[in-house]
């Protein structure tokens, strides 16, 4: 009896979503498929660009495992 008080936007969210879902079902607009290939074709057939990057990847440390302090130079 406490949570009455939730089913009116319960119940006002669920025929939203199925009236929205129903309306959505129409227009997708189809298309044949001889240009669903050609389109396909033409997106295979187009040169692939690599992202440019503006800062070089950094170098990788050389993990050993082991915790080692690094050396002091001597002066």
């Not at 406490?2 to 129903?22: S, Y």
């Not at 129409?26 to 033409?42: P, Q, S, Y």
Request: hydrophobic residues 45%.
């Amino acid at each position: 009896m406490v949570l009455l008080w939730l089913l009116p936007p319960v119940v006002a969210t669920v025929l939203a979503m199925l009236w929205v879902g129903w309306l959505g079902r129409e227009g997708r607009g189809e298309v044949d498929r001889e240009t669903a290939v050609r389109r396909m074709g033409e997106a295979l057939s187009s040169p692939q660009r690599t992202p440019g990057y503006a800062v070089a990847p950094p170098e990788a440390d050389r993990s050993t495992g082991v915790a080692v302090r690094p050396s002091r130079r001597a002066s």
